[in-house]
């Protein structure tokens, strides 16, 4: 994932990048970048590794070295950003958000059409920035560049270029993810996060609107070329999972959205008669923990917080890479209360669930610290399909996710036929599906809530909200 922040002021503002990028740190653990520009010293910029450290802690020195009146900063998880590219178009940084799943085809083709040359990363990959800067110089000015762009790459892609007079910033075509724009007395700013810029002492602007390109100044935000709201299908896991809990998007608010889905996941309970005999309803912390104070406040049953997580040490903002050292790590860091666990019956919320490793081992350190029963409701439906849009759910293999691995194993290839049905617990499909589940994570009961009650708990139609992940519809 990742996310990027930018302003334009009559002042100095690369203190406020600073502190508006660090306010991203929750979207990626990767890498973090920022690129000032002030015609006295030129383009200025500073990258750096997060993972192992936060981001205000790598950039603090920076940014009393840097100055400017433009400055953009990111939070990655993928490439080194944002990276200086020189064109016809001139000298710019430009950082982006999404994926490009056809980078090698798109890549081989430049260089058939005569791009001389690349710059590979050791990796041997080439920068998505640089890539999405020679796309950008097929064309004649970065409107219509941009627009090539969008067009040429498969997957998604939102941006933000820093030039010598202004930012521009283009929301990918679908409106996956939310670009707002900040005003100031003394200038504007454009963030991922609603958030980001509030302690900053700017106001909410407006919206950019799916496909929308704008160019900021210390003066104004002007649109110079229209997107299409009516195409917008902006990521539903934004509010699920990946979203902070003072973020809004599209004017829903997350922590509102997590405890109107929990109440929904409660009346879901009720109402099929399914709702557990427990002694606490707990969420798994942190984005499980507002789910349950609404299936808490929804069914009447108290809500308690049986383990704490230690975050001083261990924020996701720096999480390691390796996959085994961050199982390692989401089993250190949780630190329980042994009073409400021993003999107790459990009911836990979880924004997902999506390999089922991390929480497998939740639930064996909760028997190990005496619960007696542990009931499990996911905060949305069964992840199906690795995203192809973003990086939410991504996976080298879709036979990763455990309830692929369940269909697999029940039916081979013909299983996907019946997604619907192992998605609904009135199936026989989706009844064998938990259960199994709850086989292999040692869980007395589990249930998702649906997609029905996902797309209502955000509150904006249908249309307009992704969920590929879960239905696999584009």
Known sequence: MGGFFGA????????????????????????GGLTSYTENIGFQRNIHSIENSPFRTKFENDVVKMEGNLCIGCISDTDPQPILVRSKL???????????????????????????????MSSGNINSGDLIGA?????????????YAQEKIEGTMSLIILTKTSIIAARDTYGKLPIIVGKRDDGYCISTESFAFQKLGYEIFRELEAGEIAEI????????????????????????YYGYPTASYEGVNVEVMRTRNGEIMAENDIKAGRL?????????????????????????IPFARPFIKYTPTWPRSFMPSNQKMRNQVAKMKLIPVHELIAGKKLLFID?????GTQLRETVEFLYENGAKEIHMRSACPPIMFSCKYLNFSRSTSELELIARQIINEL???????????????????????REEICRRLKLTSLEFQTLE???KAVGLPECNLCSYCWSGLE
Not at 92 to 109: P, T
Not at 139 to 147: A, D, L, T
Not at 351 to 355: C, G, L, Q, T
Not at 414 to 431: A, H, L, P
């Open 276 to 300: 557990p005999d427990v002694d606490y309803v707990c969420g798994i912390p942190d984005s499980g923990t507002p789910h349950a104070i609404g299936y808490a406040n929804k069914s009447g």
């Open 90 to 120: 001139g000298l710019y940084a430009i950082c982006s958000v999404g994926i490009i799943r056809n980078a090698d085809a798109l890549v081989q083709e430049l260089l058939e059409n005569g791009c001389a040359n690349f710059e590979t």
């Open 411 to 433: 039916e081979g290839d013909e299983g996907t036929k019946y997604i619907s049905e192992y998605c609904s617990s009135d199936t026989e499909r989706g009844r064998k599906l």
């Open 351 to 355: 924004d997902s669930i999506v390999r």
């Open 135 to 147: 796309l950008i110089a097929q064309k004649n000015s970065f409107v219509e560049g941009i627009r």
């Open 8 to 31: 334009a002021s009559k002042n100095d503002c690369v203190t406020d990048v600073f502190f508006g990028t660090d306010y991203h740190s929750h979207l990626g653990t990767r890498r």
């Open 217 to 240: 100044t210390s003066d104004g935000c002007e649109t110079i070329s229209k997107g299409d709201p009516s195409k917008m299908k902006i990521c539903t896991f934004l509010w699920t």
């Open 453 to 455: 009650g996902t797309q």
